[in-house]
């Protein structure tokens, strides 16, 4: 049997998932690594313990397996920066998506530049960050000579190669998404040339002769073609069969985001959503949060005590006793501060409209809606551009919750696909791989993704939802200004 195997490099773990060719789990193994915090509002990863994570999850997966490997996709989350040096030596630590430390950078940094390359102004962006390391005179940033994501580190590594595939090079905010390549402009503001950064090119683009000792630590031949493939956003749209007008992808994982397809870039005059380039002729267009998993991971960790431990599956049993609505509280999940719609990252997590007869249950189920608010929230800025939400698709983590993929299929009022296997980032990353290798058609992956059965709304809980949003989407107007003064 022939095999293609998707490699997803998240925010916390790698995730090599091996597939055959209509979309079946053969394996799959997840290697987690940590965040680190140095100082506040900072969030870094050390890109050696990623690389070496992400070598021991291929390394289990290949274990034992009789199947012909066809080749290896790369799916990787956005935004991460590492300065290196000329070899490829780490200056840096991966400075990743959640880190805060840009904020007035980015507030600073012209705004008609997201014209160009789609990405919002906020710190998130290795723009921003780029324009803090100058501002403050770090030393790694007159030191490097690249500027790179987490994956361009790892094929330069493996490989020697110096490329970086579309929608890795869009979510930098350096990147013009109309000529698809570096930005003039974009490149003035932090303060590098283009010589700095690798070319970018196809998603489609394939690699092969990696490093022997690596492919041995991998247990696959030095001569298996990886395929670049794409940041995990577009991929988690192709990996679900989120591909025609219409089609909404939902993920929710550490983070959260909702995307469409698109045929030519959706900019915003408001700038509340990104427009990401992934091949020659499609971007996906959307918006994230900040806060998706990590929330229930924050109550979790809040409500259990040595004497009781409280499991995922306990926090949704307890949710499910609770009516939707959560008796009139209302969470804002702005933990860490929030991208699309405000991209404010002062904003704070706030529980409205507390009393007595709340109890854990409450705030169990009051978390997961307010999360699945903030994602309906950037829904309607997608609508007022044009965009309709005629049949949602669920992917990430939180799609293994019924509770949670019912609150979502409840709250938009519109049906919810599920896909058998919850890594439709790996499943499109291998899917674009046999785009490059076999010729696949993008658009046929719908005929390879074995889904679950759908999940319809319930329109009474709808209307109560409709009700609970109504207070929501204005509470962070009203609290603006607060957040602000408790920032400073």
Do not use: C
């Not at 988690?236 to 397809?261: D, V």
């Not at 999940?333 to 009393?355: C, M, T, V």
Request: proline content about 5%; glycine content about 8%; aromatic content about 10%.
């Amino acid at each position: 049997m022939t095999s293609i195997l998707g490699l997803d490099i998240g925010t916390t773990s790698a995730k090599a998932v091996l597939f055959n060719l209509d979309g079946k789990v053969l394996s799959e193994n997840e290697q987690p690594y940590p965040i680190l915090h140095p100082e506040s509002g900072w969030a870094e990863q050390d890109p050696n313990q990623i690389e070496q994570a992400t070598i021991t999850a291929v390394q289990n997966v290949m274990k034992n397996q009789s199947n012909e490997l066809l080749g290896i996709g790369l799916s990787t989350a956005m935004h991460s920066l590492i300065a290196i040096d000329s070899v490829g030596k780490p200056l840096s630590n991966a400075i990743i998506w959640a880190d805060q430390r840009s904020t007035a950078e980015a507030s600073n940094i012209t705004s008609t530049i997201y014209l160009n390359t789609g990405t919002p102004l906020h710190p998130m962006s290795p723009l921003s960050k780029l324009k803090w390391m100058n501002k403050h005179d770090i030393e790694y940033y007159h030191q490097a000579d690249y500027f790179v994501s987490v994956k361009e580190y790892l094929l330069y590594h493996w490989f020697g190669e110096k490329v970086v595939d579309y929608s890795m090079a869009a979510s930098t905010g350096l990147f013009n998404i109309h000529n698809l390549n570096w930005d003039s402009n974009a490149l003035v503001e932090a303060g590098i040339s283009t010589n700095q950064l690798f070319e970018p090119v196809s998603p489609f683009t394939t690699l092969t002769n990696m490093k022997t000792e690596i492919a041995e630590q991998m247990g696959i031949m030095p001569d298996t073609p990886f395929v670049l493939g794409g940041s995990d956003g577009p991929l988690a749209n192709l990996g679900i069969g989120a591909i025609h007008p219409g089609e909404t992808a939902i993920t929710i994982g550490t983070s959260g985001a909702i995307r469409q397809f698109s045929n030519e870039p959706l900019l915003d005059s408001k700038q509340e959503i990104f427009s990401y380039a992934f091949t020659d002729d499609s971007w996906i267009t959307g918006g994230p949060t900040n806060n998706g998993g990590i929330v229930l991971k924050w109550v979790q960790d809040l409500i259990s005590t040595e004497q009781q431990q409280y499991s995922m599956d306990d926090m949704n049993n307890l949710a499910n006793s609770v009516r939707p609505g959560s008796e009139k509280l209302i969470f804002l999940p702005y933990l860490n501060g929030e991208r699309a719609p405000f991209w404010d990252a002062q904003a704070k997590g706030s529980y409205i409209g507390l009393h007595p007869q709340h109890k854990k249950e409450h705030l169990i189920r009051a978390s997961m809606e307010g999360v699945i608010y903030s994602i309906y929230h950037i829904g309607h800025v997608l609508e007022r551009l044009g965009n309709q939400h005629d049949t949602l698709f669920a992917s990430g983590g939180f799609a293994r919750s019924s509770l949670w993929l019912q609150i979502l299929s409840d709250t938009f009022g519109k049906p919810v696909k599920v896909p058998e296997s919850h890594q439709s980032s790996a499943w499109g990353a291998a899917w674009v791989a046999l785009g490059a290798l076999k010729g696949h058609n993008l658009k046929d992956i719908k005929h390879s993704i074995p889904m679950k059965a759908e999940i319809e709304p319930n329109m009474d809980y709808h209307q109560i939802y409709q009700e609970q949003f109504d207070i929501y989407q204005g509470l962070y107007h009203q609290l603006k200004e607060t957040f602000k003064k408790l920032s400073s």
